[in-house]
């Protein structure tokens, strides 16, 4: 229970933190009403669970149909979903394992992490922020393999 405050109280930080975002007070007092409310309310910390799920589950989707290639390898890691230890050892939170074989040769492997401050955006947007980071991670790689092109 106190993990799910922590990372609720951690939103807020983010969010004032971020110099790419604008903060208007209205975000920030409605983050922090969410909070009062979880609080005062717990099992709505297990209908936001199952939502999340939910949400995840419609990433998955988009994410699997938009990374359609044979030398992209992707593992979806919902913690709740998982039954065997983690081996990647990325906390808690959801994540895509990213394993790309360069070159057919080489197995690079990368974890792209769902965090608290994702799950607030709509499945859609988060499919294609975590797609943006794998193809960044592919150009990295290539980049590496191939020299800059």
């Keep these: 229970m106190e993990k799910v405050y922590q990372?609720?109280?951690?939103?807020i930080v983010?969010?004032?933190n971020d110099?790419?975002?604008t903060v208007l007070i209205k975000e920030v007092k409605e983050k922090l009403e969410n909070l009062l409310a979880l609080v005062k309310n717990p099992e709505k910390i297990e209908k936001e669970k199952i939502e999340n799920?939910?949400?995840?589950e419609k990433v998955v989707e988009c994410v699997h149909n938009a990374m359609a290639n044979p030398d992209i390898e992707l593992e979806y890691c919902i913690p709740e979903e998982t039954t065997t230890t983690d081996p990647y050892g990325v906390a808690n939170d959801p994540y895509i394992h990213v394993k790309y074989a360069s070159g057919g040769t080489?197995?690079?492997?990368?974890?792209?992490?769902?965090g608290p401050?994702?799950?607030s955006k709509t499945p859609e947007d988060i499919a294609n922020l975590v797609?943006?980071?794998i193809k960044q991670?592919?150009?990295?790689?290539?980049?590496?393999?191939?020299?800059v092109q």
């Design 19 to 21: 110099p790419d975002e």
């Design 106 to 114: 080489h197995i690079m492997n990368q974890n792209v992490r769902i």
């Design 137 to 147: 991670f592919i150009e990295e790689i290539d980049a590496t393999e191939y020299g």
């Design 7 to 11: 990372e609720k109280l951690e939103e």
């Design 14 to 16: 983010l969010l004032l």
């Design 131 to 133: 797609t943006f980071h």
């Design 117 to 119: 401050m994702y799950l």
């Design 53 to 56: 799920n939910k949400k995840l």
